[in-house]
């Protein structure tokens, strides 16, 4: 099978043929029909996050079970799946009490699968990772049955793989972390596939006030098409935060999301919270950053800071429901999709995101 591969964080990516094993007890093989192209993959590329190589990149992904392994009885050959990036033990006190997006038994972080070894090889013999343990840039991804989730046959594939990253986290990030509230006002920092994702959850969740900011004026006016109804084009931080308190009118932001993964931002998030507001810090910044914020004002007006993995997805539940609010015309994921691309677009993909252009790219297999 073909697959985008880096030797290790930092590296450029290069299509390699690879080999993979057939599933194992508690395994599926999926045929990949779709793989969106995240920012997360981006700060692998580019050595922001440290993680083994060599490794199968990708995390955000659909396609059909083709085999099934011993002991599984949860899917069978044909079924359409969205795979999740974090797959949950379901055994942990937080698998145990629901809490599956920060499960603390799942192999995931390791990029391997549950028994600890690797599907994928090289001709030579030695294994290649899956990221997050299913490298979703590839023909073929051998994984754990509960990594991937049956979704309706009805959904494109390129949508399917939305679910499976960045409509869940923003998505998610809204209605479950934050449970926004009708009537709510938002600022969403930030309008790729994941802030975009967030407008998208706001407006389902009845916000009446939805403010986009980007620095990319082309940006903005995605998000107004999304519903967004006010819109801040960035700038330094403290005229960003004036024309934002400016744009929330009297009453002032009650949820900020953050979702660049920026220290100005998140200190931008937080700052222009009224009383009472809460910042949902959605974005991941590189490894050991660090942000700041006046202590004094922020207990005295009981603010709040929350952080969003996954928007609390537990995906069993949650991608069959983004795919049925989808197939009802409420979620518009497919208006993410700037384009299908091939695998071996993919670092033309990522030179475009460097320079926040364009939406989501999605690789068709
Ligand atoms: N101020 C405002 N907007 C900015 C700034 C800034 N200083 N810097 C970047 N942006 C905008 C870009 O123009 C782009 O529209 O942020 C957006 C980021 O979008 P993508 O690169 O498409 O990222 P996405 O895949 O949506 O992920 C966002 O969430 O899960 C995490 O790792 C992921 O940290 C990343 C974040
Ligand atoms: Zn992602």
């Known amino acids: 099978m073909r697959a985008v591969v880096i030797e290790q964080a930092g590296l450029p990516t290069s299509v390699e043929e690879l080999l993979i094993d057939e599933p194992r007890e508690g395994e599926v093989a999926v045929r990949m029909t779709a793989s969106g192209v995240c920012h997360s993959d981006l700060h692998v590329r580019d050595g922001e996050w440290p993680r083994p190589g060599p490794i199968i990149l990708g995390h955000e992904g659909a396609g059909i079970v083709d085999a099934v392994g011993p002991g599984v009885t949860t899917l069978r050959p044909g079924q359409q799946v969205v795979l999740t990036w974090y797959y949950p033990c379901l055994r942990c006190r937080n698998c145990q009490e629901g809490r599956q997006w920060i499960c603390t ?25 899956a990221y997050l343990s299913i490298g ?48 709510a006002s938002v600022v969403v920092f930030g309008l790729g596939g994941v802030g975009l994702s967030v407008v998208m959850g706001a407006v389902l969740a009845g916000a009446t006030r939805i403010v986009a ?37 009297p009453d002032g932001i009650d949820f900020a999301f ?17 009383p009472g507001g809460t910042a949902v810090l959605v974005g991941m910044t590189p490894v050991g950053q660090r942000a700041s ?8 007006g009981s603010r709040r800071i929350i952080g969003s993995n996954y928007g ?3 995906a069993a539940n949650d991608f069959p429901l983004y795919a049925d609010l989808h197939l009802a015309g ?36």
Do not use: N, W, Y
């Open 105 to 129: 038994g799942s192999r995931s972080l390791q990029h391997r699968a549950a028994d600890g070894t690797s599907r994928a090889r090289r001709a030579d013999g030695s294994s290649v990772l």
């Open 136 to 183: 979703t840039m590839a023909e073929r991804a051998v994984v754990p049955a509960d990594a991937a989730i049956p979704i309706p046959d009805a959904v494109a594939p390129e949508v399917a793989a939305l679910i499976g990253c960045c409509v869940s986290t923003g998505v998610g990030a809204v209605l479950k972390t934050a449970d926004v509230p009708a009537g």
């Open 213 to 249: 900011v980007d620095r990319v004026a082309a940006k903005l006016d995605m998000a107004a098409e999304f519903g967004a109804t006010h819109l801040v084009q960035a700038s330094d931080p403290d005229a960003t935060v004036s024309a934002i308190r400016e744009a929330a009118g």
């Open 258 to 274: 953050e979702a660049i993964g920026l220290t100005s931002t998140v200190e931008q998030a937080i700052a222009v919270l009224p």
């Open 293 to 300: 914020f006046d202590v004094f004002p922020f207990v005295d």
């Open 312 to 314: 609390f997805a537990v």
């Open 330 to 365: 409420r979620l518009p994921i497919d208006r993410l999709v700037e384009a299908t691309i091939g695998i071996d677009d993919v670092e033309d993909a990522f030179d475009r995101m460097r320079r926040g252009e364009g939406l989501r790219r999605v690789i068709r297999f």
